[in-house]
């Protein structure tokens, strides 16, 4: 059994600069893309290149912004996700959360392996207690919502790691 893999975490919001980290820390190779904005991640890739070796490419959540791109609040590029998967190669594993019927319709035509990791019970059961905090956080009439996250270790990636 491999202990480390190779992994590409291309673009998110702070929830995929922990996971970033935390893979890190668990002695994994791990490549960053579209985070150049945000701290405490490795060295951001120049380009998509080398992650057509990744054993998982992970995706941000959601995968897609308002505009259909990749959700890339960490960078000043905004990609078309068809351009992401275009650097992968077929039978790869991506990750993405919220999947879109576009995205996953994408991935299907370059055969690749798409996880909704949103769709995983655990994931959407540990994430309602952080929803709910926020909005009952959230002043009547205001647009700022209080952010909650805690991320925990998932063994979500293990299980996907698996059944290779």
């Given at each position: 059994?491999r202990n480390e893999?190779?992994?590409?975490?291309v673009?998110?919001?702070?929830?995929?600069?922990r996971l970033?980290q935390?893979?890190c820390e668990?002695g994994?190779?791990?490549h960053t893309?579209?985070?150049?904005?945000?701290?405490?991640?490795p060295?951001?890739?120049?380009?998509?290149?080398?992650?057509?070796l990744?054993?998982c490419?992970?995706l941000?959540?959601?995968?897609?912004?308002?505009?259909?791109r990749?959700?890339?609040?960490?960078?000043?590029?905004?990609?078309?996700?068809?351009e992401v998967l275009?650097?992968?190669?077929?039978g790869q594993?991506?990750?993405?959360g919220?999947?879109?019927?576009e995205?996953l319709?994408?991935?299907?035509?370059?055969?690749?392996?798409?996880?909704?990791?949103?769709?995983r019970e655990?994931?959407?059961?540990?994430?309602?207690?952080?929803?709910?905090?926020?909005i009952?956080?959230?002043?009547?009439g205001?647009?700022?919502v209080?952010?909650?996250c805690?991320?925990?270790?998932?063994a979500?990636i293990?299980?996907i790691?698996?059944?290779?």
């Amino acid at each position: 059994m491999r202990n480390e893999w190779n992994i590409w975490v291309v673009g998110g919001d702070l929830r995929q600069v922990r996971l970033a980290q935390l893979l890190c820390e668990e002695g994994h190779t791990v490549h960053t893309w579209a985070l150049e904005e945000a701290e405490g991640v490795p060295e951001p890739a120049a380009d998509l290149t080398g992650a057509k070796l990744a054993d998982c490419v992970v995706l941000p959540l959601p995968a897609a912004g308002e505009d259909g791109r990749l959700n890339t609040p960490f960078s000043a590029q905004k990609p078309e996700l068809a351009e992401v998967l275009d650097a992968l190669r077929p039978g790869q594993v991506v990750c993405a959360g919220r999947a879109s019927p576009e995205l996953l319709a994408l991935a299907e035509e370059r055969q690749l392996r798409l996880f909704d990791y949103f769709r995983r019970e655990e994931l959407a059961v540990a994430n309602a207690v952080p929803t709910a905090l926020a909005i009952r956080h959230t002043k009547p009439g205001s647009h700022t919502v209080t952010r909650f996250c805690r991320v925990q270790r998932s063994a979500a990636i293990t299980d996907i790691g698996n059944r290779n």
